[in-house]
């Protein structure tokens, strides 16, 4: 077997509980890390169910409480706990007949000393849950009274099973996997998947495949999403997990010999290198592929026929009409300033191979990271440069491309940000987006090893820094104008707010503005969501006194 390395490969996880161990584990084997949160655990609105479970089940009520993860053991104790029922519902679940899933219910259960009659095994799927409970059981299978404990989600095949093979089935949903509060890094990764941007993607649950497809629709990516996983090798933890990705149109390139994370990463590592390569040799990832139907279209060419793009750079005959045409309809097509600078990226990365772009914008005397083709959720719209600072910094204060084949970080106004892994990529092309003769910001294409840009290359760049210059400033002067607006907004919202705690309240100004703040700290919402509740509240109230005012019509 080959040795566990990822020698430098970029690593896509959308591990959410242990996203901390996730970056680690790669790191350790030599990958570059791009954890991206895929959910989140959230409790159900109501725990009626979860509390009609454990009464019926103190009252003796079922003969099979099946457990599928630790969490939701975990969830349902405590909901328990907060109804003064905790002593009495443990002490009737230890002598009824318990099973669970795998590894991580089993872990729970021991917690609470809770004695296990079934444990699946491995890959722990509901098929092996159902199997176990069958071989421990037998016939008299068909007689209990079944509860399961759900785990984000209904598994509706396991329910149908079991009711078939039982006398009863009761379903205990304690909690729900909901989408991350930020999407943000997430749609980045469906961008990075989709322009190519890693090498390979590690799936742990089948929950992150049905996440990543839903953000990818509400983007309207989701064919650009199953033509990137397609180009990429992907690692699925288990069979649940790939029958997910089949309903998705993809197939996984491996499953690990044990669904298990460490598994997984480890054998990732062993394998990736070969898949990766077999990829590419297919054409998978070529640099035709990744451009098929970005072509910049040259229907008509000096014979009538459409060049491919590898031919253009360095072919005189490119119809200079049919150039404008496609990047001035690409970018005005987006009204929005991240639209605008995304298809930049997006166009710029279509006609010259790179495995990095960005694009800083300045704003005053900084030039800030707007838009990446890799993500960097920490420091897209937060990274800043000064004007002269690195070797992008001296570009935008001398208007002048720089073009480095290699070593780029030993050129002497090279400056390096640790949270960049593209700072140790060898070659880097720079040239500045103009508009009006004034620098409005930089374009960098690097590249993981050396790579002699043609003088065409340079050219073109360059040319596309003049053409989107205009656009990058009006999209620019729009946002800051909306974020001024939105500003002003909040704060009439807050005045207004403020008012209503001041006469409701009987408080001065400055107390009934300390109390908004000590809400949004406590409730983790920002200042206008809270003013937005407090005028909320304020709307009901009048309309329910307009109501109670209204005189009763006679008959």
């Given at each position: 077997?080959a ?13 959410s ?11 350790t084997?030599?990958g570059?890390?791009?954890?991206v ?6 409790s ?7 509390l009609d479970?454990a009464?019926?089940l ?6 099979l409480?099946?457990f ?11 909901i ?5 029922k905790?002593e ?9 007949r318990?099973?669970?899933?795998g590894?991580k ?10 004695p ?8 722990n ?7 176990a ?5 037998g016939?008299a ?10 785990y ?35 749609r980045?990764?469906?961008l ?16 992150q ?6 953000v ?7 064919d ?6 397609r180009s ?14 089949h ?6 390139d491996?499953?690990?010999s044990?669904?298990?994370?460490g ?11 070969k898949?990766?390569e077999e990829?590419k ?6 640099l035709a592929t ?10 008509q060419?000096?014979?009538g026929?459409?060049q ?19 990047i001035?309809?690409r ?16 166009f710029?990365?279509?006609v ?16 800030t990271?707007r838009?990446s083709?890799?993500?960097h ?19 935008a ?6 073009a480095?084949?290699s ?13 960049l892994?593209?700072?140790?990529f060898e070659?880097?092309?720079?040239t500045?987006?103009l508009?009006a003769?004034?620098v ?6 690097q590249h ?7 003088t ?6 360059s040319t596309?820094?003049y ?6 400033e009006?999209?620019?002067l729009?946002?800051e ?6 500003r002003?907004e ?13 006469r409701d309240?009987?408080?001065g100004?400055?107390e009934?503005y300390?109390m ?24 009901i ?6 109501t109670e005012?209204?005189p009763a019509?006679?008959?």
């Amino acid at each position: 077997m080959a040795p566990a390395s990822f020698d430098g490969l970029r690593i896509l996880s959308l591990e959410s509980r242990r996203s901390s161990e996730m970056t680690k584990l790669i790191r350790t084997y030599g990958g570059e890390p791009f954890v991206v949160p895929a959910m989140r655990e959230v409790s159900l609105e109501s725990n009626r169910l979860a509390l009609d479970f454990a009464d019926r089940l103190i009252a003796g009520d079922f003969d099979l409480v099946i457990f599928l993860t630790g969490v939701g053991m975990r969830f349902l104790v405590n909901i328990v706990e907060e109804a003064g029922k905790r002593e009495t519902f443990l002490k009737a679940l230890k002598k009824t007949r318990v099973a669970a899933r795998g590894p991580k219910p089993v872990a729970a259960l021991k917690e609470f000393g809770i004695p296990i009659a079934v444990v699946a095994p491995e890959p722990n799927t509901w098929h092996e849950m159902v199997a176990a409970l069958e071989e421990e059981f037998g016939e008299a299978l068909t007689g209990f009274r079944v509860a399961v404990q759900e785990y984000g989600t209904s598994n509706p095949e396991l329910l149908e099973t079991l009711a078939e093979k039982s006398a009863s089935v009761t379903k205990v949903p304690v909690y729900q996997w909901a989408l991350p509060e930020d999407l943000r890094p997430l749609r980045e990764a469906v961008l990075s998947v989709a322009s190519g941007g890693v090498d390979v993607v590690l799936f742990t649950t089948s929950v992150q495949v049905i996440h990543l497809f839903q953000v990818a629709a509400q983007m309207e990516s989701a064919d650009e999403l199953r033509t990137g996983l397609r180009s990429v090798v992907i690692a699925s933890i288990g069979p649940t997990t790939t029958e997910a990705l089949h309903q998705y149109g993809i197939t996984p390139d491996f499953e690990p010999s044990h669904p298990k994370m460490g598994f997984l990463v480890n054998e990732a590592a062993q394998l990736a290198g070969k898949l990766v390569e077999e990829k590419k040799n297919n054409g998978a990832r070529s640099l035709a592929t990744r451009e098929a139907g970005l072509l910049v279209a040259i229907p008509q060419a000096a014979n009538g026929v459409t060049q491919p793009a590898e031919s253009r750079l360095d072919n005189h005959a490119i119809a200079p009409i049919d150039f404008l045409h496609e990047i001035t309809s690409r970018i005005a097509s987006a009204d929005s300033f991240h639209k605008v600078l995304g298809r930049i990226v997006d166009f710029v990365t279509t006609v010259i191979p790179c495995d990095s772009c960005f694009i800083y914008v300045l704003e005053g005397e900084k030039l800030t990271l707007r838009a990446s083709k890799n993500p960097h959720a920490d420091v897209v719209d937060h990274l800043g440069i000064k004007m002269g600072q690195g070797i992008t910094g001296w570009v935008a204060e001398h208007r002048e491309p720089v073009a480095l084949a290699s070593n780029a970080s030993e050129d002497p106004r090279f400056k390096p940000f640790k949270n960049l892994p593209e700072d140790r990529f060898e070659a880097m092309l720079s040239t500045p987006i103009l508009c009006a003769s004034k620098v409005v910001g930089v374009i960098n294409l690097q590249h993981r090893l050396s790579y002699q840009h043609t003088t065409n290359e340079v050219r073109l760049l360059s040319t596309i820094g003049y053409l989107v210059g205009a656009e990058v400033e009006r999209a620019r002067l729009e946002n800051e104008n909306a974020q001024l607006a939105g500003r002003l907004e909040a704060r009439k919202a807050v005045e207004r707010a403020k008012g209503i705690l001041q006469r409701d309240m009987r408080v001065g100004e400055e107390e009934a503005y300390r109390m908004m703040q000590r809400e949004s700290r406590q409730r983790r919402k920002s200042m206008l969501e809270i003013a937005e509740a407090i005028l909320l509240g304020e709307e009901i109230r009048k309309g329910q006194t307009a109501t109670e005012q209204k005189p009763a019509s006679g008959n």
